[in-house]
Protein backbone atom coordinates (compact mmCIF):
# COMPACT_ATOMS: atom_id res chain seq x y z
CA UNK A 1 0.00 0.00 0.00
CA UNK A 2 1.15 3.12 -0.90
CA UNK A 3 -0.12 5.69 1.89
CA UNK A 4 0.84 8.96 0.35
CA UNK A 5 -1.33 7.91 -1.95
CA UNK A 6 -4.78 7.55 0.27
CA UNK A 7 -7.37 9.75 1.15
CA UNK A 8 -6.48 9.94 4.72
CA UNK A 9 -2.56 10.59 4.22
CA UNK A 10 -3.97 13.60 2.11
CA UNK A 11 -6.62 14.58 4.95
CA UNK A 12 -3.93 14.57 7.92
CA UNK A 13 -1.94 16.46 5.46
CA UNK A 14 -4.35 19.08 5.17
CA UNK A 15 -5.63 19.13 8.95
CA UNK A 16 -1.95 19.63 10.07
CA UNK A 17 -1.38 22.54 7.61
CA UNK A 18 -4.70 24.04 8.59
CA UNK A 19 -3.85 23.99 12.06
CA UNK A 20 -0.51 24.97 11.63
CA UNK A 21 -1.96 28.26 9.84
CA UNK A 22 -4.88 28.30 12.73
CA UNK A 23 -1.79 28.62 15.34
CA UNK A 24 -0.27 30.99 13.57
CA UNK A 25 -3.29 33.32 13.22
CA UNK A 26 -3.89 32.66 17.22
CA UNK A 27 -0.81 33.61 18.65
CA UNK A 28 -0.96 36.87 16.88
CA UNK A 29 -3.80 37.89 19.07
CA UNK A 30 -2.29 35.96 22.48
CA UNK A 31 -3.93 32.41 21.95
CA UNK A 32 -3.21 29.28 21.15
CA UNK A 33 -5.72 27.03 18.44
CA UNK A 34 -7.31 25.03 20.83
CA UNK A 35 -8.31 27.60 23.23
CA UNK A 36 -9.98 29.22 20.78
CA UNK A 37 -12.82 26.13 20.76
CA UNK A 38 -13.29 26.43 24.61
CA UNK A 39 -13.54 30.28 23.75
CA UNK A 40 -16.76 29.88 21.09
CA UNK A 41 -17.92 27.20 23.17
CA UNK A 42 -18.29 29.70 25.74
CA UNK A 43 -19.77 32.14 23.69
CA UNK A 44 -22.76 30.08 22.85
CA UNK A 45 -22.99 29.17 26.17
CA UNK A 46 -21.47 30.34 29.08
CA UNK A 47 -20.95 28.99 32.32
CA UNK A 48 -20.22 24.86 31.11
CA UNK A 49 -18.77 22.77 33.57
CA UNK A 50 -15.54 21.35 32.28
CA UNK A 51 -17.28 17.99 31.80
CA UNK A 52 -19.94 19.98 29.63
CA UNK A 53 -16.70 21.36 27.54
CA UNK A 54 -15.58 17.70 27.47
CA UNK A 55 -18.59 16.76 26.07
CA UNK A 56 -19.20 19.29 23.63
CA UNK A 57 -15.11 19.58 22.49
CA UNK A 58 -14.70 15.82 21.98
CA UNK A 59 -11.96 16.14 24.04
CA UNK A 60 -10.07 14.71 27.01
CA UNK A 61 -10.52 16.28 30.02
CA UNK A 62 -6.87 16.31 30.81
CA UNK A 63 -6.74 18.42 27.30
CA UNK A 64 -9.79 20.68 28.87
CA UNK A 65 -8.16 21.24 31.87
CA UNK A 66 -4.82 22.50 30.98
CA UNK A 67 -6.39 24.31 27.82
CA UNK A 68 -9.23 26.06 30.88
CA UNK A 69 -6.24 26.94 33.24
CA UNK A 70 -4.27 28.22 30.28
CA UNK A 71 -7.18 30.61 29.31
CA UNK A 72 -7.66 31.82 33.31
CA UNK A 73 -3.90 32.83 33.52
CA UNK A 74 -4.58 34.51 31.01
CA UNK A 75 -7.31 36.43 31.94
CA UNK A 76 -10.18 35.14 29.48
CA UNK A 77 -11.79 33.26 32.03
CA UNK A 78 -12.41 32.35 35.44
CA UNK A 79 -14.45 29.04 37.62
CA UNK A 80 -16.41 29.06 40.10
CA UNK A 81 -18.16 26.63 41.84
CA UNK A 82 -21.58 25.40 40.95
CA UNK A 83 -24.67 26.81 42.97
CA UNK A 84 -26.37 23.37 42.96
CA UNK A 85 -23.53 20.99 43.14
CA UNK A 86 -19.93 22.21 45.26
CA UNK A 87 -18.22 20.14 43.57
CA UNK A 88 -18.73 20.79 40.14
CA UNK A 89 -16.79 23.74 38.58
CA UNK A 90 -18.30 26.03 36.19
CA UNK A 91 -15.87 28.02 33.36
CA UNK A 92 -17.25 32.12 33.22
CA UNK A 93 -15.76 34.01 30.36
CA UNK A 94 -14.34 37.34 31.89
CA UNK A 95 -14.64 40.51 30.21
CA UNK A 96 -11.05 39.66 28.66
CA UNK A 97 -12.45 36.81 27.45
CA UNK A 98 -15.76 38.54 25.59
CA UNK A 99 -13.81 41.11 24.07
CA UNK A 100 -11.43 39.14 22.52
CA UNK A 101 -14.54 37.76 20.39
CA UNK A 102 -13.92 40.55 17.74
CA UNK A 103 -9.82 39.56 16.82
CA UNK A 104 -10.87 36.38 16.93
CA UNK A 105 -13.39 36.60 14.54
CA UNK A 106 -11.04 38.87 12.19
CA UNK A 107 -8.42 36.33 12.38
CA UNK A 108 -10.62 32.96 11.58
CA UNK A 109 -11.84 34.86 8.52
CA UNK A 110 -8.36 36.32 6.95
CA UNK A 111 -7.68 32.15 7.19
CA UNK A 112 -11.18 31.04 5.83
CA UNK A 113 -11.03 34.29 3.17
CA UNK A 114 -7.06 32.36 2.32
CA UNK A 115 -8.15 28.32 2.76
CA UNK A 116 -11.32 29.09 0.47
CA UNK A 117 -9.49 31.40 -2.26
CA UNK A 118 -9.62 29.11 -4.95
CA UNK A 119 -13.00 27.50 -4.36
CA UNK A 120 -16.00 28.46 -5.66
CA UNK A 121 -19.62 28.88 -3.70
CA UNK A 122 -21.09 25.21 -4.66
CA UNK A 123 -17.12 23.62 -3.71
CA UNK A 124 -17.60 25.42 -0.41
CA UNK A 125 -21.09 24.03 -0.01
CA UNK A 126 -20.01 20.40 -1.01
CA UNK A 127 -16.75 20.59 1.20
CA UNK A 128 -18.72 21.42 4.13
CA UNK A 129 -21.52 18.64 3.66
CA UNK A 130 -18.40 16.16 3.11
CA UNK A 131 -17.11 17.57 6.09
CA UNK A 132 -20.41 16.76 7.91
CA UNK A 133 -20.88 13.32 7.03
CA UNK A 134 -17.20 12.32 7.63
CA UNK A 135 -17.55 14.12 11.11
CA UNK A 136 -20.64 11.86 12.02
CA UNK A 137 -18.94 8.51 10.19
CA UNK A 138 -16.02 9.35 12.86
CA UNK A 139 -18.08 10.23 15.46
CA UNK A 140 -19.91 7.20 16.16
CA UNK A 141 -16.55 5.54 17.42
CA UNK A 142 -15.41 8.56 19.77
CA UNK A 143 -16.13 8.20 23.35
CA UNK A 144 -14.65 10.56 25.67
CA UNK A 145 -14.74 9.13 29.37
CA UNK A 146 -15.89 12.67 31.73
CA UNK A 147 -15.71 10.91 34.98
CA UNK A 148 -11.65 12.25 34.88
CA UNK A 149 -13.03 15.46 36.25
Known amino acids: MEFDKTLTYDLTQLAIVYRTYLEKSMNEIGLHSGQVFILVSLWKDDGQSQIALVKNLKLAPPTINKMVKSLMNGGFVKCQKCETDSRMMRVYLTDKGREIREAVAEQWNKLETQFYSNLTET ?20 AVVSKDL
Request: aromatic residues 0%.
Open 123 to 142: EKLILSQLSIKLKENLGKNI
